[in-house]
């Protein structure tokens, strides 16, 4: 009994802080910003379908996403709604960074740590986005190259070139065996949900996930050469990491299985937006 009540005030206590926070403008922000990430992966995942087919004249990373949304009818109100569904997002982790994420372990140290980056991140994807109207935006690849010569001419840049590319190399890592375990089932709230429904959010969360951890772990990689090269040529986006699975021995199979993946992976993202726990 006692063991009982102690969990039903921890409970209870976990409760009153997640009200007192402004549980439901953290939640409208966490949901809109994964709508809006979702958007922007089916965009990237279908230009690199139209990439592995031979058709490459678009880019398939965010200002390519960007520029297809904007061609649409009241494309400029889409591009905006993106960005401030991006802020949302990066407002949802600063609170999580901030108060904790939900969860038994949303309190702790490194949550609250990884969250704050994701914040950073989010907020730096966002501006990209509520920016691209006015100055077209720059490619990711220009981006990538660029950082890295600006790294490479720090003191010890080449280390730390090298140290960051093997962060995002770790992460993309991480991404991967994260959705091949199904970690992401502790953050859905599916009570009552049919077990169909179950197994499709399954297969987009594991599909999804590897193929964003790929994309993530080959750019890593490509940052980590251009390093021990001296090389910011070396540096790829995400346009030209994805153009570089077709350079393999699966050619533009492989490619369409990762372009493939990340569209899974923005439903993946809409599924979140309905279930996940915020």
């Not at 206590?13 to 979702?38: D, I, Q, W």
């Amino acid at each position: 009994m006692g063991i009982g009540a102690a969990r039903g005030a921890r409970a209870a206590s976990r409760g009153a802080r997640t009200a007192s926070r402004g549980g439901r403008g953290r939640e409208v922000t966490a949901r809109c910003g994964l709508l809006a990430r979702g958007v922007l992966y089916v965009l990237i995942g279908m230009l690199a379908v139209r990439v592995a087919f031979g058709g490459g004249g678009e880019e398939a990373d965010r200002r390519g996403a960007l520029q297809e949304l904007s061609g649409k009818p009241f494309g400029s109100v889409l591009v905006w709604a993106v960005g401030i569904g991006l802020v949302g997002m990066a407002l949802w982790r600063l609170s999580e960074a901030l108060f904790g994420a939900a969860g038994p372990e949303g309190d702790k140290p490194v949550k609250r740590l990884s969250s704050a980056g994701r914040s950073v991140f989010y907020a730096v994807v966002a501006f990209s986005v509520l920016t691209f109207p006015a100055s077209g935006g720059r490619s990711g690849d220009e981006q990538s190259r660029d950082a890295t010569a600006t790294a490479l001419e720090l003191p010890a840049g080449q280390w730390l070139v090298g140290a960051a590319g093997l962060g995002i190399c770790v992460a993309g890592v991480v991404i991967a065996v994260q959705a091949a375990r199904r970690s992401f089932r502790r953050h859905l709230a599916m009570g009552g949900v049919s077990a169909r429904w179950r197994k499709a959010v399954d297969f987009l969360g594991v599909s999804g996930g590897l193929a964003r951890g790929t994309v993530a772990t080959a750019a890593g990689g490509f940052v980590v050469y251009a390093a021990l090269r001296y090389d910011p040529a070396r540096a790829k986006g995400m346009d030209d990491t994805l153009r570089s699975f077709t350079t393999t021995a699966a050619g533009p199979w492989l490619l369409l299985a990762v372009a493939a993946g990340l569209v899974l992976f923005g439903l993946f993202s809409w599924a979140m937006a309905r279930w996940r726990e915020v």
